[in-house]
Nanobody, 123 residues
Framework: QVQLVESGGGLVQAGGSLRLSCAISGRTGNRHVMGWFRQAPGKEREFVAAISWSTTNTNYADSVKGRFTISRDNAKNTVYLQMNSLKPEDTAVYAC????????????????WGQGTQVTISS
């Protein structure tokens, strides 16, 4: 059974950096698109970034463009989210997800999810 496991979350000060990892265990089948989402307490789940299998196609939320970078190493079965210039509003639980359809921003396109990792940014 395929699983997604996030790691790398933690507590950092505003302006700092953090890199999240998503380890893919097992076979994802046709789920070749990987994305990152986040959810803060009392708020809806928010799209962060997505990347295609070939890495030539990426998609970012406007709120993170220029600060976050999504990448993947297919040989290592790992997807990364490099987060720079972090802000307190970036505080949330970050989860990775897989899709076999679109590299879109809607969570409905993603049908495999990790459990998430907490990211807290202090001011």
């Amino acid at each position: 059974q395929v699983q997604l496991v996030e790691s790398g979350g933690g507590l950092v000060q505003a302006g700092g950096s953090l890199r999240l990892s998503c380890a893919i265990s097992g076979r994802t089948g046709n789920r070749h698109v990987m994305g990152w989402f986040r959810q803060a307490p009392g708020k809806e789940r928010e799209f962060v970034a997505a990347i295609s299998w070939s890495t030539t196609n990426t998609n970012y939320a406007d709120s993170v463009k220029g600060r976050f970078t999504i990448s993947r190493d297919n040989a290592k079965n790992t997807v990364y989210l490099q987060m720079n210039s972090l802000k307190p509003e970036d505080t949330a639980v970050y989860a990775c997800a897989a899709s076999n359809s679109y590299i879109g921003s809607s969570p409905t396109y993603y049908n495999l999810w990790g459990q998430g990792t907490q990211v807290t940014i202090s001011s």
